[in-house]
């Protein structure tokens, strides 16, 4: 069955590092490329961070580049955010959700149900 699980969030100070991990599995596709993304209540949702599904292709949204770095693990399925020199506006709910195809596309399939980090000041 279909799993898109995000993990790992919390509550940490600015300056401070967090290490996210979603379980994506797609067993009825052979490859998936898999997205991370972030949003405040009330305000747009952001796409973060893309993998595609050898590792070969990734991209950030320019608010985290150089602070983020997304990896994946598909013999364990699992995709990784490792979050570090957190900022309060890096404050959101972190879904993790795979798409269509192997390649980055935007084409989202599936989603989790988020995880809530918090980075006071």
Known sequence: QVQVEESGGGLVQAGESLRLSCI???PSKGAYAVAWFRQVPGEERERVSCISWSSSSVSYAESVKGRFTISRDNVKKTVYLQMDRLKP???AVYYCATEMYGACSGK?????????VTVSS
């Open 108 to 116: 989202v399939e599936y989603w989790g149900r988020g995880t809530q």
């Open 89 to 91: 506006e890096d404050t």
């Open 24 to 26: 994506a599995s797609v």
